[in-house]
């Protein structure tokens, strides 16, 4: 294993924004509070110890039992939900949907961020615990976003009914689905361990949330990850009072829309918040709350409320109302004792619209850290890419930029015309002096030749560059497959493989590499050669 970092700039994946956050600089600074570092942690713990209560914890604890108690957990889990327990425990998060069979590769690294960020916090104050937590995305219902992953470039798809949240899912059809992914993993030793893991989780269990919590305890139990449904309403009972400002005076919409009209004289902005960002979450629905005409509406249904009515609703049925993508982090901060989330370049982006909200409403807001993000190269690949002396950073370069530039180093001929185009230029920047002394027509004649003449050096640039990619079309041919290799459809492959890949090849090394590789406060890209 050999585990290189480069910056996330040099990659071109990652948003103006997320490079602005990065290097701290001061038109997103009025965004965030703290920074991810050590002292920004140090004046986090101090927010966050005068606000959460004890009765919370309480409350946070006791469910968490509840949630875990048909689960075997590992003796750190159980360690870190007894210590939630304590007033000098905090806890860092990460939040995911409940993609099929984990989704995408950064799943991983979400989850393996937020864990190697608690050691290092412990390791840097002793004196206090730090627990990892996976919140599940339980009450999402955009189906078609987690209905499937990529296994060696084909779709692996979950067709069912869609409706509701997706946590209560049935696990109807999966059956079906394990025996289309078994056919490809033949059967070895890790492909044994993959096919158990599915059906383990998906074949004896009896929603989407629990398939998804035994997955996640499975990969990363030993490590005392703490997964946590949302979708509970003794939770929600704690969240209540926030869910009725919602309700009464729509604070979120209000400070949201301000910070966006500053936000967005820079940033693109990721989330536009709706007058009133609850769902009414009912048996096979998921519907959005409206104010019309002095009732609370739930569209596509027949069902309104009255003033007194919702909250009575929300009295006797808190599990009932659902936090959209913008409150939904505001429920994860009032019943978690949080410090950091950590998330992905959109989901930050979003976070970043909220902190005047959370500011409006006395609760803390917190660190923001952007995951790490993992290339993952074999080293066979390495040798390839040694052999056609393409560098780290040169990976990612887009892949007719990367072909040209290596064709041009290979060339034995001058490939650029800017020394041509520099005396051209000088060139005519003598008849200009000549034409400035007879009259304006001919000085328009000189710049339109100048710049035919310009043109038409650029155009025999590009075909003598075309021309020699043709006599080094295997040089061509290599660098094309190799990046292909790498980056698949153009992309960050952890966008677009599913863990399985690696794990048939590599097995559990594959998992402890990634976890000793991964430093989330390092704040770069990680190239891991395996």
Known sequence: ??????????????????????????????????????????????????????????????????????????????????????????????????????????????????????????????????????????????????????????????????????????????????????????????????????????????????????????????????????????????????????????????????????????????VNPREINLFYLDQNQRERIVFENGLYKILNTDIEFSKEEILEELENHPEKFSPNVLLRPLYQEVILPNLCYIGGGGEIAYWLQLKQFFGAISVPFPILLLRNSVQIISTKQFKKLEDLSISNEEIFLNQHALISKKVIENAAIEIHFGEKKVFLQHQFSELKEVAKKTDITFVNAVNAQERKQLKGLEMLEKRLLKAEKRRQDDLVQRITSIQNEILPNQSLEERQRNFSEYYLEYGQTFMESLKSSLKPLQLEFTILEL
């Not at 703290?34 to 110890?49: A, N, R, S, T, V």
């Not at 608690?118 to 627990?131: A, G, H, T, W, Y």
């Not at 919590?213 to 209540?240: C, H, M, Q, T, Y």
Request: glycine content about 4%; hydrophobic content about 35%.
């Open 1 to 270: 294993m050999k585990v290189t970092h480069i910056p996330f700039q040099k990659t071109g994946f990652f948003s103006k924004m997320m490079l602005d956050y990065l290097e701290k600089n001061e038109k997103i600074t009025p965004f965030y509070n703290h920074f991810p570092d050590f002292d920004g942690f140090q004046h986090q713990i101090l927010e966050k110890e005068k606000s959460f209560d004890l009765q919370t914890r309480i409350t946070l604890y006791n469910e968490l039992k509840n949630q875990y108690k048909s689960f075997e957990v590992s003796l750190k889990t159980a360690e870190n939900i007894e210590l939630l327990q304590a007033e000098n425990t905090f806890t860092i998060t990460t939040g995911h949907q409940l993609n099929l069979f984990t989704g995408p590769l950064y799943f991983l690294y979400k989850i393996l961020s937020t864990i190697n960020l608690c050691e290092e916090l412990s390791q840097k104050f002793p004196n206090k615990n730090f627990v990892p937590i996976y919140w599940m995305a339980t009450e999402d219902h955009d189906f078609d976003e987690i209905n499937y992953f990529k296994f060696k470039g084909k779709k692996v798809t979950w067709n069912r009914h869609d409706g509701g949240a997706v946590g209560r899912f049935s696990m109807d059809g999966l059956n079906e689905v394990l025996e289309v992914f078994s056919a490809h993993l033949g059967n070895s030793k890790n492909a044994v361990f993959l096919k158990n893991l599915f059906s383990e989780a998906y074949l004896k269990h009896k929603n989407l949330a629990d398939a998804t919590r035994f997955i996640a305890n499975s990969l990363f139990g030993e490590f005392g990850l703490v997964i946590i449904d949302g979708d509970s309403a003794p939770l929600k009972k704690v969240f209540s009072p926030f869910v009725k400002d919602e309700l009464l005076h729509q604070t979120s919409f209000k400070e949201v829309s301000k910070t966006i009209s500053e936000l967005e004289k820079e940033y693109k902005i990721q």
